[in-house]
């Protein structure tokens, strides 16, 4: 059983924006990593973006400028903001925390069309 809910998945033209939101419940409080993961059809399971318990955040080269990984507490909500969508940018995204990624989601569609 997932123990996360990702949402905010959709299909946009390229250059749009999307909001992904996970809702984390307990895990918003861990001393672990949070990230935001993706996978496109017959790629590998790619990092996109983690953060930390601080609020230190890290990017994968190829979103560093269009996309922001956050946490909102008051939601619970741990979320990716993504703009300047590409086609590239197409895929399940999923998000994970706890220690060593134990905690997943089910994944939330992305898809940009050109």
């Known amino acids: 059983q997932a123990q996360l809910a990702e949402s905010g998945g959709d299909s946009v033209p390229a250059g749009g924006s999307l909001r992904l939101s996970c809702a984390a419940g307990m895990y918003m409080s861990s001393s672990y990593c949070m990230a935001w993961f993706r996978q496109a059809p017959g790629k590998e399971r790619e990092g996109v973006a983690t953060?930390?318990?601080?609020?230190?955040?890290n990017y994968t080269e190829s979103v560093k400028g269009r996309f922001t990984i956050s946490k909102d507490y008051a939601k619970e909500s741990l979320d990716l903001q993504m703009n300047s969508l590409k086609p590239e940018d197409t895929a399940m995204y999923y998000c994970?925390?706890?220690?060593?990624?134990?905690?997943w989601g089910k994944g939330t569609q992305v898809t940009v069309s050109s």
């Open positions: 994970a925390a706890d220690y060593d990624y134990n905690a």
């Open positions: 953060i930390d318990h601080d609020g230190n955040t």
